[in-house]
């Protein structure tokens, strides 16, 4: 984008240098002829027409050279014009050029943050799991813990229940059950 406007740019800059250097000719042929102009007023004016065929000669060549001053007159404020507008059109292309240099600018800082913006937002991700981790590791630990009371609970009463019913001695006496016969 930047390339077409500056080639659109250098074109137009081009051509507002060729315009003028058509007004500075423009302006030269109406110095030109206003010298001339000036040189055949002037020189009417000293001399008196011996005849008033060179005098309507001498009118007819004021006529023209009026009429051509006229037309290079018009031509250089159609000029003139052109160049009003080229100059507005490249004060419009250079601001234009500037927005489009300082969004390019912002643009590129957006880039380079990303990284870190993304790593910023994976790190506080990551925090909001690493908590549930450690939450879930200690819960298990508990469990962990209350199962192994549980089972060995559970063996103790296992074993008491599985104790067998021996008889109790009572002092030296031993009594065992005789056979009788």
Excluded: C, H, I
């Excluded at 290079?72 to 404020?77: K, N």
């Amino acid at each position: 984008m930047t390339q077409v406007v500056n080639s659109s740019y250098s074109t137009q800059q081009a051509e507002v240098a060729r315009l003028r250097e058509e007004l500075q000719m423009r302006d030269e042929l109406v110095q030109q002829l206003s010298r001339e102009l000036f040189r055949l007023v002037k020189g009417n004016a000293g001399v008196t027409p011996t005849t008033t065929e060179s005098s309507e000669q001498q009118q007819a060549e004021v006529r023209a050279l009026r009429e051509q001053l006229q037309g290079v007159e018009q031509q250089v404020t159609f000029y003139q014009g052109q160049l009003e507008e080229r100059n507005d059109e490249t004060v419009q292309l250079r601001q234009t050029v500037q927005e489009l240099t300082d969004r390019t600018r912002m643009l590129e800082q957006v880039v380079q943050e990303l990284p870190k913006v993304y790593r910023q937002k994976f790190e506080a991700r990551m925090d909001a799991v690493r908590g549930k981790v450690k939450d879930l590791q200690t819960e298990n630990r508990r469990l962990q813990a209350e199962l192994q009371s549980v089972s060995y609970r559970l063996a103790v009463r296992t074993r008491r229940s599985q104790q067998l019913d021996l008889p109790s001695f009572a002092g030296d006496a031993v009594s065992l059950p005789g056979f009788t016969g």
